[in-house]
């Protein structure tokens, strides 16, 4: 049988262990904006892993996983 200390214990190592690999994520969190020719603001993407990354193109992979590539102007913000 189990005292509550153990039993505590033993259900706050699975918790410990998730908060500290999805802490671990390797890289920053970074926003891109991209500027349209027609459009007043630049878009905005949050929370984006860039893949490729040239003068004018930029190939993402944005929070919900739908990965992008533009063609001008963009500018990458940590």
Same mark, same amino acid.
């Given at each position: 049988m189990l005292t509550l200390r153990q039993f505590l214990a033993a259900l706050s190592?699975? @918790?410990?262990?998730v908060l500290l690999a999805g802490c671990n994520r390797g890289e920053p969190t970074?926003?891109?904006?991209? $500027?349209d020719s027609g459009a007043a603001l630049p878009r905005r +993407?949050? &929370?984006v892993k @860039?893949? #490729?990354k040239r003068? &004018? $193109?930029v190939? +993402? !992979?944005t929070a919900s996983g739908d @990965?992008? #590539? +533009?063609?001008? !102007? $963009?500018t990458v913000q940590n």
């Open positions: 190592w699975p @918790v410990v262990l970074k926003t891109l904006l991209l $500027y +993407f949050d &929370d @860039v893949l #490729e003068a &004018d $193109y190939k +993402f !992979r @990965v992008i #590539e +533009f063609s001008g !102007r $963009y």
